[in-house]
């Protein structure tokens, strides 16, 4: 069962807009949700991420934004750059497991058009 | 050197040979994640260190694979008798539970990618 859903296998997007990705979980014991931005032959790089006890996070350009009832978080990212094309993928965990294993989305290519 | 290095970067074998990829976790850090990665899908957890006790395992971990980190630095995952499906993306990371106060990320390093023919 896929506990992390990112729906949208790709966005296009042109360079100066808002991006914004979506991401749905269905395991309401995550407390923390990540998102990694990842590069052709690298590995995962963390960009952002949010707790269950907050509804929004702001890093420079990028914004996550937590709906827990709804169970869906969303990153935009305001303005899109072309060096933020890449594979997004959100990931979630429980932090009062001890283990905190990240069960991540399938990922989202994002492209900005120049 | 500040970030979670891997080795090989990329390998390629035959069906039923051994093969045995190391990761070295950023110096500081005492949790260390494998996970593995097939096309098309996000990274998958396989196992997980803290220190050099191996505290958990997926059931993706089949009796083939093994991985160790002996003295609670450098990890080793073996996969013996390598199938075609074991072809993927090998990625390891790292991260602390010391009470850094960071963002409870995990850092990846570059990945091991397997081709089994």
């Known amino acids: 069962d896929q506990q992390v859903k990112q729906n949208s296998p790709s966005l296009s997007v042109q360079e100066g807009r808002i991006s914004i990705l979506n991401c749905d979980y269905t395991n309401s014991m995550f407390d923390y949700f990540l998102w990694y931005k990842k590069y052709p032959a690298e590995g995962p790089t963390f960009l952002i991420s949010?707790?269950?006890?907050?509804d929004k996070n702001e890093d420079g350009r990028f914004t996550v934004f937590l709906n827990k009832s709804a169970k869906h978080l969303s990153l935009h990212i305001v303005p899109s750059q072309p060096g933020d094309s890449a594979v997004y993928f959100c990931?979630?965990?429980?932090?009062?497991?001890?283990?905190?294993?990240?069960?991540f989305g399938t990922g989202t290519r994002l492209t900005i058009i120049p | 050197d500040t970030g979670v290095s891997q080795d090989p970067r990329h390998k390629i074998t035959k069906r039923g040979q051994n093969v045995t990829f190391r990761c070295d976790p950023i110096s500081e850090h005492n949790r260390l994640y494998w996970y593995r990665q097939t096309l098309g899908q996000g990274p998958e957890f396989l196992t997980y260190f803290q220190n050099e006790a191996q505290l958990e395992k997926s059931r993706l971990l089949s009796d083939r694979f093994s991985a160790e980190r002996p003295k609670g630095s450098f990890s080793t995952l073996e996969i013996q008798r390598t199938e075609q499906g074991d072809s993927a993306m090998y990625l390891c990371?790292?991260?602390?539970?010391?009470?850094?106060?960071?963002?409870?990320?995990?850092?990846f390093g570059p990945g091991t990618r397997l081709t089994v023919l």
């Open positions: 990371a790292s991260n602390t539970n010391l009470g850094t106060g960071g963002n409870n990320e995990q850092f």
């Open positions: 990931a979630a965990t429980d932090l009062n497991f001890g283990n905190e294993k990240l069960t």
């Open positions: 949010i707790s269950s006890i907050k």
